[in-house]
């Protein structure tokens, strides 16, 4: 099993401010990643796959990158709508898939 | 825009089955993979396993014994059934589309197993 680990468990930002989350899996996953942002009381939200793809109506301000066993989110200019919990997921051990325990952003 | 819409039972006993059933709108789930996830109060997100209108299906390994996931494209829905739960089973179950990542989540549904 791949096990996801993400840090810091909690990022405090203040809004217009960057914040820098990081994902790391305890064996390559090549770009196989995705990001999710989930606010209380909804279903998660695709914000990245393939490490680094935005789909289709996601802000420019959401970026990700790395590849194999090291990634990182960063958003850019934390708006209020940000604040949040954000999981990282690998499939490159399809048809296994394995979720982060999260990074809660909130504000400072 | 398709959605997706997760309905059953949010009470089941110990020892009973929960059965829950997600409709999808605006797409057809002959196409593409169709998962379930769930996400026990306060925790994080466990992918149960999927399926796909082939008959393939996948399971998590830690549930595997007890989970089946089903189809009936007549109707566009597919279903979860998890047999012998316990209160470790108490959780959001949602259901999501998409074979390695999930780009399309329905609102979920709470399920307590309680007596």
């Known amino acids: 099993e791949v096990v996801m680990t993400q840090s810091p468990a909690t990022l405090s930002v203040s809004p217009g401010e960057s914040a820098t989350l990081s994902c790391r899996a305890s064996?390559?996953?090549?770009?196989?990643l995705a990001w999710y942002q989930q606010k209380p009381g909804q279903a998660p939200r695709l914000l990245i796959y393939?490490?680094?793809t935005r789909p289709t109506g996601i802000p420019a301000r959401f970026s990700g990158s790395g590849s194999e066993t090291e990634f990182t989110l960063t958003i850019n200019s934390l708006q209020s709508e940000d604040f949040a919990v954000y999981y990282c997921?690998?499939?490159?051990?399809?048809?296994?898939?394995?979720f982060g325990p999260g990074t809660k952003v909130d504000i400072k | 825009q398709a959605q997706l819409q997760e309905s059953g039972p949010g009470l089941v006993r110990p020892s009973e089955t929960l059965s829950l059933t997600c409709t999808v709108s605006?797409?057809?789930?002959?196409?593409?993979?169709w998962s379930w996830i769930r996400q026990a109060p306060g925790q994080g997100l466990e992918w149960i396993g999927y399926?796909?209108?082939?008959?393939?299906?996948n399971y998590d390994p830690s549930l595997k014994s007890r989970v089946t996931i089903s189809m009936d494209t007549s109707k566009n829905h597919f279903s979860l059934t998890l047999t012998s739960v316990t209160a470790a089973d108490t959780a959001v179950y949602y259901c999501?589309?998409?074979?390695?990542?999930?780009?399309?989540w329905g609102r979920g549904t709470l399920v307590t197993v309680s007596s």
């Open positions: 399926i796909h209108n082939s008959g393939d299906t």
């Open positions: 997921q690998q499939y490159d051990n399809w048809p296994l898939f394995t």
């Open positions: 999501a589309k998409g074979p390695k990542y999930f780009d399309l």
């Open positions: 393939a490490a680094s």
């Open positions: 605006g797409a057809s789930i002959t196409i593409d993979y």
């Open positions: 064996q390559r996953v090549s770009t196989n």
